[in-house]
């Protein structure tokens, strides 16, 4: 009886091992499943974020090439103007150097006139002095001379009428220069105001063309943008697209490995109780660990519990992710979303040691009153 009983031990300590072993395997795999899930739900996340903000680019981009598109077309139209106000200004800038030069001939003319007026002049002021002497001469020579007094007298008369003659045609010419020197002065004074006009319209000539040639460059660059931001707006087309396929795979594969999860959840449940029927050195027992607030990722809290249980020693049956319930989230919302459970035997001396005493003192003090919500099997220890 007792040899059979102890064949019977060692058989369910083989069955045991070897269950403990698959259930190792198991856990690996599911471990796995479960943080390639998280990288891929995380790489999901980040393609429909850049998805969002690519497209945020592309309509910010045809926004800026309509704005520009209008400046643009407003440039065309300004230049369009200015081109037009030069070439006005170039027609009034030929007038009035057409009109600068009539004056100029005028004057010249006038100026002609004046000096000819001037010598008709001389010559007459040199008659009327010559007449005044022929008559000096001939009142004294009538004065000693009686016989001759008659023809003298009628001499005197002719000469005295000539001088007066002379003095009106000198008056009248005075007069014709004085008129030629005032429209002289006139045209000078119409001369000094186109040339004033030609210097006003050169100067906003030369404003025009700048003004011009600023609108140019800025039509260009506004082409240039345009063209930049075409590109742009292409690429960032190209990217979504390349996001959204990325997306589409990863949401296959996450499905694929949610599959493959459900299984190895399956098989896990089954494991601790056939576990537990090898003897009476077993009592089933978890522990939660939640995340904290710096803890953004799910795979940087799997790091974490990974690495805590490591250097404690801790020997884990199973580890499973649970998603916290709404009660949860009302009592701590920075722990909502997913935590990780591990179930372990307590009657394990491995599990005895201070160090896991400690650790998990430590993640009961993180988890708080959350642990004892989500602890609703009542055959389980809450250490």
Same mark, same amino acid.
């Given at each position: 009886?007792?040899?059979?009983?102890?064949?019977?031990?060692?058989?369910?300590?083989?069955?045991?091992? =070897?269950?403990?072993?698959?259930?190792?395997?198991?856990?690996?795999?599911?471990?796995?499943?479960?943080?390639?899930?998280?990288?891929?739900?995380?790489?999901?996340?980040? =393609?429909? &974020?850049?998805?969002?903000?690519?497209?945020?680019?592309?309509?910010?981009?045809?926004?800026?090439?309509?704005?520009?598109?209008? /400046?643009?077309?407003?440039?065309?139209?300004?230049?369009?103007?200015?081109?037009?106000?030069?070439?006005?200004?170039?027609?009034?800038?030929?007038?009035?150097?057409?009109?600068?030069?009539?004056?100029?001939?005028?004057?010249?003319?006038? $100026?002609?006139?004046?000096?000819?007026? +001037? $010598?008709?002049?001389?010559?007459?002021?040199?008659?009327? @002095?010559? &007449?005044?002497?022929?008559?000096?001469?001939?009142? &004294?020579?009538?004065?000693?001379? *009686?016989?001759?007094?008659?023809?003298?007298?009628?001499?005197?008369?002719?000469?005295?009428?000539?001088?007066?003659?002379?003095?009106?045609?000198?008056?009248?010419?005075?007069?014709?220069?004085?008129?030629?020197?005032?429209?002289?002065?006139?045209?000078?004074?119409?001369? /000094?105001?186109?040339?004033?006009?030609?210097?006003?319209?050169?100067?906003?000539?030369?404003?025009?063309?700048?003004?011009? %040639?600023?609108?140019?460059?800025? +039509?260009?660059?506004?082409? =240039?943008?345009?063209?930049?931001?075409?590109?742009?707006?292409?690429?960032?087309?190209? $990217?979504? %697209? @390349?996001?959204? %396929?990325? *997306?589409?795979?990863?949401?296959?594969?996450?499905?694929?490995?949610?599959?493959?999860?459900?299984?190895? /959840?399956?098989?896990?449940?089954?494991?601790?109780?056939?576990?537990?029927?090898?003897?009476?050195?077993?009592?089933? &027992?978890?522990?939660?660990?939640?995340?904290?607030?710096?803890?953004?990722?799910?795979?940087?809290?799997? $790091?974490?519990?990974?690495?805590?249980?490591?250097?404690?020693?801790?020997?884990?049956?199973? =580890? +499973?992710?649970?998603?916290?319930?709404?009660?949860?989230?009302?009592?701590?919302?920075?722990?909502?979303?997913?935590?990780?459970?591990?179930?372990?035997?307590?009657?394990?001396?491995?599990?005895?040691?201070?160090?896991?005493?400690?650790?998990?003192?430590?993640?009961?003090?993180?988890?708080?009153?959350?642990?004892?919500?989500?602890? %609703?099997?009542?055959?389980?220890?809450?250490?």
């Amino acid at each position: 009886m007792q040899q059979r009983a102890e064949e019977e031990r060692q058989q369910a300590e083989a069955e045991k091992a =070897a269950l403990a072993k698959s259930r190792d395997l198991v856990q690996q795999q599911f471990m796995q499943a479960e943080q390639q899930i998280a990288e891929l739900q995380w790489s999901k996340a980040k =393609a429909e &974020g850049d998805i969002q903000e690519l497209s945020g680019q592309k309509e910010q981009a045809e926004k800026q090439i309509a704005e520009l598109a209008s /400046t643009k077309a407003d440039a065309e139209k300004q230049v369009s103007q200015l081109q037009g106000d030069k070439a006005s200004a170039d027609k009034e800038l030929e007038e009035l150097n057409a009109s600068r030069a009539a004056a100029d001939k005028e004057i010249a003319e006038l $100026q002609g006139q004046s000096e000819e007026l +001037e $010598q008709e002049m001389g010559a007459l002021k040199s008659q009327k @002095a010559e &007449g005044e002497k022929e008559i000096s001469a001939l009142k &004294g020579k009538n004065s000693n001379l *009686k016989t001759d007094k008659a023809g003298s007298k009628l001499r005197i008369v002719k000469l005295q009428t000539q001088k007066q003659n002379s003095e009106k045609t000198i008056t009248a010419l005075e007069e014709r220069k004085k008129n030629a020197e005032q429209q002289i002065d006139e045209l000078e004074g119409k001369k /000094t105001q186109a040339e004033g006009e030609i210097s006003d319209l050169q100067t906003k000539q030369a404003q025009k063309e700048k003004e011009i %040639t600023d609108m140019q460059e800025k +039509e260009k660059e506004a082409a =240039a943008q345009i063209t930049a931001l075409e590109d742009e707006k292409v690429s960032a087309e190209e $990217q979504v %697209t @390349a996001l959204k %396929t990325t *997306k589409q795979v990863n949401e296959q594969k996450i499905a694929q490995l949610q599959g493959v999860q459900e299984d190895l /959840t399956q098989t896990l449940q089954n494991v601790p109780w056939k576990l537990k029927a090898g003897g009476g050195d077993f009592q089933l &027992g978890f522990a939660n660990f939640m995340p904290q607030s710096f803890e953004e990722q799910f795979t940087v809290l799997v $790091q974490r519990a990974k690495e805590q249980m490591k250097g404690a020693g801790f020997k884990m049956l199973s =580890a +499973e992710t649970v998603a916290t319930s709404s009660a949860v989230d009302d009592i701590n919302p920075a722990r909502a979303g997913q935590f990780v459970r591990v179930w372990y035997n307590t009657k394990d001396a491995a599990n005895q040691t201070d160090k896991v005493k400690q650790m998990l003192e430590n993640a009961k003090k993180v988890s708080g009153p959350d642990q004892l919500r989500e602890a %609703t099997n009542g055959c389980c220890s809450v250490q």
